[in-house]
């Protein structure tokens, strides 16, 4: 592997840095409430399923009444 000058890696990392294409303000607020609205949703469909086996390995053990 061929070694690179720090100053040659300096250029290379701020040709990268410019290179990056940043999401608006508008873009950031509405990804945040999609994942905050996804995550609910599955926060609430896994503690359904978890209810849902959790009594039906009691029924089977017989611990339920």
Known sequence: M????P????????SEYE?????SRR???Q???LVLIMTS???VFFLGVDQVL???IK???GLGA
Do not use: C, D, M, N
Request: charged share 20%; proline share 3%; glycine share 6%.
């Open 2 to 5: 061929a070694k690179t000058s």
């Open 7 to 14: 100053g040659e890696f300096v250029r290379q990392v701020r």
């Open 19 to 23: 290179k990056v294409v940043w999401p």
């Open 27 to 29: 873009e950031v607020i």
């Open 31 to 33: 990804t945040t409430i």
């Open 41 to 43: 949703i599955l926060a």
């Open 54 to 56: 959790g009594r039906a």
């Open 59 to 61: 029924f089977f053990l």
